[in-house]
């Protein structure tokens, strides 16, 4: 017999078994859901958390050796202070869609929600949805020691200022 070169042939590659492919789909399935269910938790945190407002449950204090100028905003506790050509006036940052807080952009000359876009004016009124009314107005008074306070708990009348002698 004459000696040739026997090649061991390539072994078959083996197919999966019908059982191995049930194993990585129900795998697959798992792993979806818990990164849906993480993603759905995440995005209710970030609610509850947006719409928090440590320290506005009682009145907000503001200095009034710093108080802000017309056209500015100062923001504290859920609470912000601004000031126009008629005086003083507290807005309540909570958005009145889902209770996320806006932010001042003074880039922009507006209060934003981060949570789903809504945008509100200097002056609280509503410029751009989801939400369907302004930012309320807070009653704003001094206190013995003449700091101003603006109470969460107390909304007031559109419109209505502290006048420039009384601060």
Known sequence: MPHASQENPAPAQARPSRRGLL???????????VAAAGLALGAAL????????????????FDPQKLPLPGQ???????ALLRDQAGL???????PHLGCRPEWSPGQ?????PCHGSAFAYD???????AQQGLGQLALERDARGWL??????PAPAGARLKAGEA
């Open 46 to 61: 970030r609610l509850i958390g947006a719409g928090s407002s440590a320290g506005a449950a009682g009145p907000v204090a």
């Open 23 to 33: 194993r990585g789909f129900w795998l697959l399935l798992w792993a979806g859901l």
């Open 89 to 95: 006036f507290a807005l309540g940052l909570t958005c």
């Open 124 to 130: 609280g009124a509503l410029l751009k949805g989801p």
């Open 73 to 79: 905003v100062l923001a504290q506790g859920g609470v």
């Open 149 to 154: 306070l603006a109470d969460p708990q107390r």
């Open 109 to 113: 000359g507006r209060f934003l929600c």
